[in-house]
């Protein structure tokens, strides 16, 4: 399982378009695939950092799987809706996550998570976005387990929540 976490710089007035298009077209379109689906969706509170970010977390079944979906944004059947997206932002940095150790989230099922969008009440998200020290990065890890797996009760959301 891999996790791949973009953030979308998206233009501040095509916030709402975007919101709509990957709502409409692009979680649709992945469902179509067995190799991806769009696992979370969040914007930034506006004053919580920089305006108009979006962050997508998108669940890949595995490396193979990656390069089938980028085959398929690069050229494939979801190059043009790509284009779209890319057309309502500034710009996108992404990177590829695994599960922490310590992560209640360390196999989700691919199949499990839905393809099309649903109401549900609002929900918190935290990103641990700290940089450790050179040579730090292990400590860090067991350090953040104590620190938060500690803290998750039973109303952590074990299921994914989409738009």
Do not use: C, N
Not at 14 to 22: M, N, P
Not at 24 to 45: E, S
Not at 82 to 105: C, E, Q, T
């Amino acid at each position: 399982m891999l996790l791949i976490r973009e953030e979308h710089a998206v233009r501040g007035e095509a916030e709402e378009e975007f919101d709509e298009a990957v709502r409409d077209l692009w979680l649709p379109a992945l469902g179509k695939t067995d190799d991806a689906r769009l696992l979370y969706y969040m914007r930034l509170a506006h004053g919580s950092g920089e305006s108009y970010r979006i962050i997508t977390y998108t669940l890949v079944r595995d490396g193979a799987a990656w390069e089938r979906f980028m085959h398929k944004v690069h050229g494939g059947e979801l190059q043009s809706l790509a284009a779209k997206l890319d057309g309502m932002r500034h710009f996108v940095a992404g990177k590829i996550l695994v599960p922490l150790p310590w992560s209640k989230l360390q196999d989700i099922d691919l199949d499990s998570v839905p393809t099309q969008a649903g109401d549900h009440e609002l929900s918190l998200f935290m990103e641990d976005t700290v940089h450790p020290r050179e040579g730090l990065l292990d400590e860090y890890i067991r350090r953040s387990g104590e620190q938060y797996a500690g803290e998750y009760d039973e109303s952590f959301p074990d299921a994914p929540r989409l738009l």
